[in-house]
């Protein structure tokens, strides 16, 4: 963004469209086949665009927390799948026949009938339903965290757009500015009070302005097509954006509940769960049989009855139950990792919002002001033939120059006054601004 703010003038959604079909409601939300209009928050063609418009957008529509969702409620299923019996087996076993002498034909054989069923041993299926619902929860966690990235990248990209179109309107009224400055000084000239490189620079400079705003027409369609693709949508008919005032900083907040974090947490209970799978699978299951033998001889029967025990003398399980231990411990790390990392991008951001907000001060209350009478005075001047052009033009590059920092300024302390909302979860990214 900051390169498009001083290289364009330093040189110097959706149309009613209802959300998509088969939209996730959120993360842990019921899945709906469509969404209703009133769900979905429809955004009217050319109508003014909300930051709330934007988030429901992309908390209903996003393809990523779409199919973040979906993974989630795949994992719902395997754990469902994961406290399933294992099914028993139906043998038939035929012995003695087909051979030679009395064992030619059946008239010798036995049948045996018998059903089998394996059964897990050191508590194997409740393990491998807490393991599975731990995965399950980190699915969850890990959408929710995508959404709030999702989430804040579309803040982020509405509020750059909102500063490329003040950045356009400044550019507009600077080149119409440029070009009556341009008649001014023809005029002088055909009057021989300018010399004719002062007629050519005017010219340049107003050419200059009107490719700059040209420029910024177009990064505008580039910055509403990027905005809309977070959400799934390739056009961009809504209007421009609209900011009733600049939000208010976060007085105070915790990163404890970020998604990351319980993310973090949720993999660290998965990887757990996980070793103690692992670590029960050393416990051999058995399979036990019975069932009824025929003897087609003499036309009697008798019960049988097995039992098979898997010998662990090669395979106990042991690296499995190893390779989880260290992934278990690594989960650990990356959780302190992951929750000193926020709290430390915390308190960066609360240190430069105070820095943007103090800056915008000083440009709105002094600097702007200042650069608007000296450019004001430097054209009267000009005119009444007492500064000469290079004095004009400097006087109005330094306006602009300081016009860009207060839109930059602005953009800045709003980029990181939704920051600090997103890290600790406050409006608009709070819980009860998704239901």
Sequence with gaps: ???????????????????????????????????????????????????DQVLTQIRHASPEVRAAALETKARAAEARQAGRWLNPSLSLEVENFGGDGAFDGFDQSDRTYAISQTLQLGGKRQKQVRAARALEALGSAQCETILREAELEAALSFYDLHATIQLAEMADS?????????????KRYEAGAAAPPDVSRAKTEAARLQAAAADLQAQIIVEKLALAALWGADTARFGNPIITATQAAPSQGEVSSHPAIVAAAASLEASRAQEQLERVRIIPDITVSAGVREFEATGESALVAGLEVPLPLFDRNRDAADAAAFRAQASAIDAEATEARLRARLQSSIAQQ???????????????????????????GYQAGKFDLTATLDARQALIDTQIAVIESNRKLNAENVLLQSLIGAAPFSEGDMQ
């Design 1 to 51: 963004m900051k390169r498009h703010i001083w290289g364009g003038l330093c040189a110097l959604g959706i149309l009613a469209m209802p959300i998509q079909a088969y939209a996730a409601a959120s993360c842990g939300g019921t899945y709906q086949p469509r969404l209703t209009s009133a769900q979905a928050g429809m955004i009217e063609e050319n109508e003014p665009l909300t930051l």
């Design 174 to 186: 600077a080149a119409d500015l440029a070009v009556r400055f341009r008649d001014t000084v023809i």
């Design 354 to 380: 105070q820095a943007a907000r103090r800056q915008l001060d000083l440009l709105q209350s002094s600097a702007l002001p200042e650069a608007q009478s000296a450019h004001d005075a430097a054209i009267r």
